[in-house]
């Protein structure tokens, strides 16, 4: 039976001209797993929103949502909250209480259950998901990815049917995004839950899913197995922008037909089947760039915070180049923001040198640049930051045509789009006219097309003659735009090295696409150069 | 073992011993309450700590004491004279005793501070106003946030050179949007997290607040003997018992009927101190049977 | 309906402001051992009761709890901001805003429990009911005086002066009371003599504070004001 019928459903937020749902019909069976995806403003939220009704936006919604046949509207307030799931994708606001213990037991105190009850609950979700071991902690003490957990633990306390999940793993890194989709795949699997999930970038989640359902301007364009979804699209460029797995953007671009494969063996096998690589010839060079000037450098660092606490930066150094594109990988925790901090001097080594070329300028944008913001609109924030710079604000006008910020200038900083945040901080970092640039984890929380920008924005800054520094866990997008790539782990960066090389030679910490084509081709490491590296073999 | 007291029954207990030894004069009940408070926090907190309190505690009485006189020039024993004034040893030994009184409120405070952690105190007052508990709760976990998004705004300042060589004014100024940017960031935050509450039922009628405190027979005998010595304990002091004056010159101490009152006093002081010590004594004598 | 709240209202004024002073007359005139420390942290206890039972009834909904939530932990982390700096601390001028956007009832929340968990901290002792009910006054008649008003700024100036020589004063009966176990004027002009130059930092800092947080922190709480749908004074009455 469906456990969510969706009739014919439109919504229009109050204030709004057009809707951002138009005659929605979807059927939502037990047990599944279904990701909706979609591009930016393609209804996605709004539609994962309205099915809990504690949630659901102001606006003027049309048609039904029955909730194992009972509407939605009519539905008894204790087993929305306790039935219906809800985690949302902002970890900060994920977990409302100071102590784990707390945190699991909030919403079977609202639920009005007594202390022994409560007690018992508790008890048997922390043992099942283990969290015995942070039941006394505090909840700031916790990482971002065991926070989310918490989140659903906390609501798997209260028995639910079916859990919605907001962009649940966006500002998680690898490691924990991977643990996650685990421990949620877990729960659909052994308990039957339902899972609906919102997400910009399924890489993790495509293979578990029984559906996908993709969104545009609105309406449902498909709802299909992940194996099949590849065809049900005529608008190859379309892929793009979904979040799609590599493998399967590829199949797409070269038009695969079929189911798609899903293990690595057949993946490969399709490859080799159905295509040959055009030049067979690519030599990998190492140092190609190294003739033009090293704008900053560093030589064996030391730093840490307390005098009695141990190194956070252990001997890291790095050499940066005239018109380059520098991307440091490697997990949250190791450092990396730490680092990029000693190289624009907000902290300094106790040993070792940071040395910068006279006439440069650096200047670092900050994870999450959102919170950084303190004005009432997007103009006032670049007029603040001016004045705080002592710029002028033809200068800053001119930033906000340069970073398309023109029709967003008097919205709040805080109502506008992940990617326009983006822009906003980057415009506000250009202020100080910077040469080189450190980009702390910039795609963190993007949707493709901000990452489509960023792409273009840090191409663009390189052929002007800037530097760039990107620190990040996202390999992909390192991929797609580094020169050189270097690992940081352990307190400093371990072999920085050309990209070609460097996802050539790592076996195991490489993008999709390298380890794909390791026995067919050398250096098709992203997906353009997959798509343009290979052609179809002739049909027999 | 205290720990797993219920709250409410140590606050009662503390209550009681803090307005104790407040409204006493005489030097033995205050004697008794001192040397109790000093061995609970001790044995809560340690030796090195319960020193370093001691020493703060010494200081503070010598203070007072030296001031007292200064301010009350009553009494019969005169000591000495500063110019015009003269020094009595009822004003001197009366500062010492206020010092005494004051100190000792001090330490049981140190020991409310540490039985009564974060928990306790939302466990309080999520029992008798749920709401208040919940926000202290919520600003509990709030407030490391904060501090570290705080870290983060004003190392991006740092980073933008807004604090090379910028004068004290510019950099309280800097200071002040800091706060200000922290402030647009958590009150937006606010809406996020009041939705994730929603979505977890908080706006349902007849919630409650959990708590892992239960009120068990050790807690209701605690309880009630707290309430029984203490309110008979402050009834016979205000009947007279146990009284004492400094001025013009100090009351003899006889040892009558007020000895019951000291007795009690002891007791009580000490029933936390007991359980621990005896609790300490049965896991050694358990142990060293296995 | 609406009548039936007032009244409740009024009742809740006149329990706060003439039970609660009988009381302190009562216990002056009939407590057999006189003992002003003891009685006047039972009084301040006592005074806090009523207004935290007030908040508990009031119709506060979900997002007004957190945004109080939020205002009680930046101001004890903007203590923390300012912490090197002595006895200059936004504190009392934070109570005071959040009184003016958020009505009375919230800003005695706010300026109490703050109190309350900045001694969590900073620590504990008999001055902490005293100070949970200094800041919840300040934040409570902030609310009653400028709350859904045009905000005149220099009222609130004025208002901020007035309440941190208030704090100060009330304070200091209490250190007096605290030393000495009973009430003593020539005493009390020794302490607030000695105390001149704090409170005058403190003035200063709340002038100051007043002046530069006002305008854009009101401008941010009446935007969730608006945006949200929280803190509409004529709703929470009904």
């Known amino acids: 039976m469906a456990i969510f019928k969706i009739e014919n459903l439109s919504f229009t937020y109050s204030g709004a001209k057009s809707c951002v749902l138009q005659d929605i019909n979807l059927q939502i069976e037990e047990g599944g797993f279904y990701i909706i995806c979609g591009k930016s403003g393609s209804g996605k939220s709004t539609l994962l929103k309205l099915l809990k009704k504690e949630l659901s936006p102001k606006g003027n919604c049309l048609g039904n949502i029955y909730y194992n046949g009972i509407n939605l509207m009519e539905l008894d307030g204790k087993t929305s909250v306790a039935e219906i799931g809800f985690v949302g994708q902002d970890i900060e606001s994920s977990v409302v209480c100071d102590k784990v213990w707390r945190e699991l037991a909030f919403g079977l105190g609202n639920l009005g259950y007594g202390d022994e009850y409560i007690g018992a609950r508790v008890a048997e979700v922390s043992e099942y998901f283990g969290l015995g071991k942070v039941y006394n902690s505090k909840t700031s003490e916790l990482s971002g990815g065991s926070k989310q957990i918490l989140a659903v633990a906390s609501v798997m306390a209260m028995y639910p049917k079916v859990l919605l999940l907001d962009e649940p793993t966006s500002m998680l890194d690898p490691i924990a995004k991977k643990s996650f989709v685990d421990f949620i795949a877990r729960i659909n699997k052994e308990l039957g839950i339902t899972i609906i999930v919102v997400e910009h970038n399924m890489e993790n989640l495509f293979d578990l899913a029984t559906n996908i359902i993709v969104l545009d301007n609105g309406k449902v364009v498909a709802c299909e197995k992940p194996n099949t979804l590849a065809q049900s699209i005529a608008d190859k460029h379309f892929y793009k922008y979904i979040g799609l797995t590599e493998f399967a953007e590829i199949f797409a671009k070269l038009g695969g037909k079929g189911v798609m494969p899903c293990e690595i063996k057949d993946k490969r096998k399709w490859i080799t089947d159905n295509f040959v690589v055009k030049d067979t010839t690519i030599n990998l060079h190492e140092q190609t760039s190294q003739q033009k000037n090293v704008v900053l450098f560093a030589s064996k660092l030391y730093f840490k915070y307390d005098k009695k606490g141990a190194d956070i930066i252990k001997g890291g150094s790095i050499n940066l180049r005239e018109g380059e594109i520098v991307c440091l990988l490697g997990g949250n925790g190791g450092g990396k923001t730490t680092f990029a901090n000693l190289l624009t001097g907000v902290y300094k080594p106790y040993s070792g040198k940071v040395k910068k070329d006279k006439d440069k300028k650096i200047a670092m944008l900050p994870q999450n640049a959102k919170g950084l913001f303190v004005e009432d609109t997007v103009q006032n924030e670049m007029y603040a930051t001016a004045k705080l710079l002592k710029q002028d604000k033809a200068f800053a006008d001119s930033l906000v045509g340069k970073f398309q910020l023109g029709n967003i200038i008097n919205s709040h900083p805080y109502d506008i789009s992940g990617g326009e945040v983006q822009r906003l901080a980057l415009a506000k970092l250009f202020l100080t006219k910077p040469d080189i640039i450190i980009l702390d984890e910039p795609t963190q929380g993007m949707d493709m097309q901000a990452k489509e920008y960023l792409k273009n924005f840090v191409e663009q800054h390189k052929t002007v003659g800037g530097s760039v520094i990107i620190v990040t866990h996202d390999i992909r997008f390192a991929a797609s735009v580094a020169d050189r790539v270097g690992l940081f782990f352990d307190g400093k960066i371990s072999g920085l090295r050309e990209a070609e090389c460097f996802f050539e030679d790592n076996s195991l910490y490489t993008t999709e696409c390298s380890i794909l084509t390791k026995n067919i081709a050398k250096g098709l490491y992203n997906i353009d150069k997959v798509v343009n590296g290979l052609e179809r073999k002739p049909q027999a | 073992m205290i720990e797993k007291q219920n709250p409410i029954t140590i606050l009662c207990y503390l209550f009681f011993v803090i307005f104790i030894t407040m409204f006493s004069t005489n030097p033995i009940m205050l004697g008794i309450s001192f040397v109790s408070g000093i061995l609970l926090y001790c044995i809560l907190c340690g030796v090195k700590k319960t020193l370093v309190r001691l020493g703060y505690f010494i200081i503070f009485v010598a203070i007072i004491a030296i001031i007292n006189p200064i301010f009350s020039r009553q009494g019969m024993t005169q000591l000495f004279w500063i110019g015009e004034f003269v020094v009595t040893l009822e004003a001197l030994l009366n500062g010492v005793a206020i010092g005494v009184i004051f100190g000792s409120v001090i330490i049981w405070f140190g020991v409310l501070n540490v039985l009564l952690c974060s928990d306790k105190i939302i466990y309080i007052f999520g029992k008798f106003t749920p709401k208040i508990g919940t926000i202290l709760s919520i600003a509990l976990g709030l407030f490391p946030k904060y501090i570290v998004q705080y870290r983060k705004i004003d190392n991006n300042l740092k980073g933008l050179g807004l604090y090379d060589g910028a004068s004290f004014l510019s950099k309280v100024k800097l200071k002040m949007h800091t706060l200000s940017t922290l402030i647009t960031w958590s009150v937006e935050g606010a809406v996020l997290l009041s939705d994730n509450m929603s979505a977890r039922g908080y706006d349902l009628k007849g919630k409650r607040v959990y708590g892992k405190y239960t009120f068990g027979v050790a807690d209701g005998i605690l309880l009630i003997v707290s309430l029984a010595l203490g309110i008979s304990i402050l009834v016979f002091m205000g009947l007279g018992s146990g009284s004492f004056y400094y001025y013009p010159t100090f009351k003899q101490i006889v040892w009558d009927s007020s000895v019951w009152i000291y007795f009690a006093t002891l007791v009580f002081m000490n029933i936390l101190v007991v359980i621990n010590l005896w609790e300490g004594a049965k896991w050694q004598f358990l142990k060293s049977k296995i | ?238």
């Open chain 3, 1 to 238: 309906m609406e009548n039936k709240a007032k009244l409740k209202n009024l009742i809740f004024y006149i329990i706060a402001f003439l039970i609660i002073p009988t009381l302190i007359i009562l216990g002056i005139v009939f407590l057999p051992a006189k003992n002003y420390a003891v009685l006047s942290i039972i009084i301040a206890v006592l005074c806090n009761i009523p207004f935290l039972l007030n908040f508990e009834k009031s119709k506060t909904n979900t997002r007004e709890v957190v945004l109080i939530a939020v205002m009680v932990a930046l101001t004890v982390v903007s203590r923390l901001i300012f912490a090197p700096l002595p006895s200059f601390k936004p504190v009392t001028a934070m109570v005071i805003i959040t009184g003016i956007a958020f009505g009375g009832r919230a800003g005695y929340v706010t300026g109490a429990m703050s109190a309350l968990l900045s001694d969590v901290f900073f620590g504990q002792g008999p001055w902490t009911p005293f100070q949970m009910l200094c800041w919840g006054l300040i934040g409570f008649f902030a609310g009653i005086l400028f709350c859904d008003k045009k905000i005149k700024l220099w009222a609130v100036v004025l208002y901020s002066i007035f309440s941190g020589v208030l704090f100060s004063v009330v304070m200091d009966i209490w250190t007096v009371i605290a030393i000495d176990n009973t009430f003593n004027f020539v005493r009390y002009g020794e302490v607030l003599l000695a105390s001149i130059p704090f409170i005058a930092i403190y003035i200063v800092s709340n002038v100051v504070f007043i002046l530069i947080l006002t305008k854009p922190f009101m401008k941010k709480l009446t935007r969730i004001k608006l945006k949200f749908d929280v803190f509409d004074n004529k709703k929470i009455s009904e």
